[in-house]
């Protein structure tokens, strides 16, 4: 029972490097989350997808891009990373569009540096 | 627009005290209410939610919390902390339109033996 699998846990790039992100969950959720955790911020949302074929942005889209590849894998790209983007990334995964009153399951994270 | 604050940045109490989080809300309608716990390195795990009805909720690992309305707030309680208590608290409100949730800054918790 794995959950929600991402993948790197860590990394380490340069800036202007580009890289991508991988999440996977194996609950048949519907909904998917990026999270970025920055200290004395909480969590801050990235993109999400209220289902297959579906992105929107949140609070903190600039700088990323996704792709919801089918209902299990939800991507965070960085196209130009800059030192501003270093942080602690999370994905997410919740049961289907219940009006924000489903709880969320997380991955383990990856801590991002950029140099 | 909705928020959450919490106003502890940072909690240390003695192993077997009791422990209360604060957490205040901002949001027009009834609010889905929800604390996690994130221990050092991993990911958030969910100790428990309010939707509607007993607003005592009870959660995993011994916690409660209260939701008061009056007071916007819904406070995390634990009666005996253990050491393996030690880890970041994070309250979070869902939006009633979208499957999106506002979480709080967090309180980081320690637990002196």
């Known amino acids: 029972n794995a959950g929600v699998t991402q993948t790197p846990k860590f990394q380490v790039l340069k800036t202007g490097q580009s890289m991508t992100l991988q999440c996977a969950q194996d609950?048949?959720?519907?909904?998917m989350y990026w999270y970025r955790q920055d200290p004395g911020m909480g969590l801050r949302l990235i993109y999400y997808s209220a289902s297959e074929g579906t992105t929107d942005k949140g609070e903190v889209p600039n700088g990323y891009n996704v792709s919801r590849l089918n209902k299990r894998e939800f991507s965070l790209r960085l196209e130009s990373a800059a030192p501003s983007q270093t942080s602690v990334y999370f994905c997410?995964?919740?049961?289907?569009?219940?009006?924000?009153?489903?709880?969320?399951?997380f991955g383990d994270g990856t801590r991002l540096s950029i140099l | 627009a909705q928020s959450v604050t919490q106003p502890d940045i940072h909690i240390t109490v003695s192993e077997g005290a009791s422990l209360e989080l604060r957490c205040n809300y901002s949001?027009?309608?009834?609010?889905?209410l929800f604390w996690y716990v994130q221990s050092p390195g991993q990911g958030l795990q969910l100790l428990l939610k309010?939707?509607?009805?007993?607003?005592l909720v009870q959660g995993i690992k011994g916690f409660e919390a209260e939701f008061k309305r009056s007071q916007s707030s819904f406070n995390l309680r634990k009666p005996s902390v253990h050491w393996s208590d030690a880890a970041e608290y994070f309250c979070a409100v869902g939006e009633t339109s979208y499957d999106k949730v506002i979480f709080g800054p967090g309180t980081s918790l320690s637990v002196i033996p």
């Open positions: 609950m048949n959720h519907n909904s």
């Open positions: 997410a995964s919740s049961l289907p569009r219940g009006g924000g009153n489903q709880p969320q399951h």
């Open positions: 309010y939707f509607s009805g007993d607003t």
């Open positions: 949001y027009g309608a009834t609010p889905y």
